[in-house]
Structure formats: structure tokens, C-alpha cells
């Protein structure tokens, strides 16, 4: 009889073990994570989302593309489907590699014996150098006239010897 009870007992707390902890599990509306000390957020982004809380436990990402699922279905078909893969355009900080990086493609013009004259940093570079007609603001001229108009070599190197 008493083997019974027991079994009842253990068949009783696995089958009610479950939908207990889907209670607990399951999140409130319009959340996107929960927090290490078990409060919700519903930032958009996982940065600073739990600040105060102890740091992000779980991140709901259902959550974030069911909300960007109706922005997709109103936007035009060329258009990314989620903001996160939409393209950043923005100033590279100073002194990062994005910055120090010359634009593809030189200025048109230049030619033997010329130099790209920077007139925002007053430095000439030479035909060789990477920046060569590739500042935002420069234009070409003789080496001769760049030292004339007071310019100075990239990095002291004059072009000629």
C-alpha cells in the first residue's frame, strides 16, 4: 500500500514538474532578455541592457525578430529585412586604422615631377607615397613650389634627392 502512495506521489511530481517550470520560464511580453538576477528588460539591444542587474542571463532573440518582422513587411524589397544588417555610415574616429586608411582612388592629375600638396596638414607627398592625391583636400604641384609655399615632406622624406 505503501508503495503505491509512493509511486502516485513520484508520478504526480513528474508530470506537474513541468508545467511549473514553464511558468517560471516563460518571459512577459515585449522582452528581449532577462537579467542574472532574474528581472526582464525589453531593450532593443543586448548593450546596456541589464546595466545594474548584474549582466544578461539570456537573450531572447525570438523576440527581436518577431518585432522586426512587421518593419520587413513594410518595407520596400531592395531594403535589408532587419536593422542590424543595414550599413553604418559614420566618421572614423581619429587615430583608429579606418582613419590612417588613404580613399581608394587617387585624385586625378599628377604626373612626373608633381607632388600632392595636403593644404589642411601643409605636407607634400610623393608619387610613391600611399597618400598621393588621396587627402581630402590637396592638389598637385611642383616639389619646388611646395617648399616655396612653405610645405613640408611626409615624414621629412623629400621626394627628390
Excluded: R
Aim: with cysteine; hydrophobic share 35%.
Amino acid at each position: 500500500m505503501k508503495s503505491y502512495g509512493l509511486i502516485a506521489v513520484v508520478l504526480a511530481g513528474l508530470l506537474i514538474g513541468p508545467a511549473v517550470y514553464a511558468q517560471e520560464a516563460s518571459a512577459p511580453s515585449g522582452s528581449t532578455g532577462q537579467c542574472k538576477d532574474g528581472s526582464y528588460t525589453s531593450n532593443a539591444t543586448k548593450k546596456g541592457a541589464c546595466a545594474g542587474h548584474k549582466g544578461v542571463k539570456e537573450w531572447y532573440s525570438a523576440a527581436t525578430t518577431a518585432a522586426a518582422a512587421p518593419a520587413a513587411a513594410a518595407a520596400p524589397a531592395a531594403a535589408p529585412a532587419t536593422p542590424s544588417m543595414t550599413p553604418k555610415t559614420s566618421a572614423p574616429i581619429p587615430g583608429s586604422k579606418a582613419a590612417n586608411e588613404p580613399p581608394a582612388a587617387a585624385a586625378p592629375g599628377g604626373g612626373p615631377g608633381m607632388v600632392w600638396v595636403n593644404s589642411s596638414s601643409k605636407v607634400y607627398h610623393c608619387p610613391s607615397d600611399k597618400w598621393y592625391g588621396k587627402t581630402k583636400a590637396g592638389s598637385y604641384m611642383s616639389e619646388a613650389d611646395a617648399k616655396a609655399k612653405g610645405f613640408h615632406a611626409d615624414h621629412g622624406k623629400a621626394c627628390t634627392p
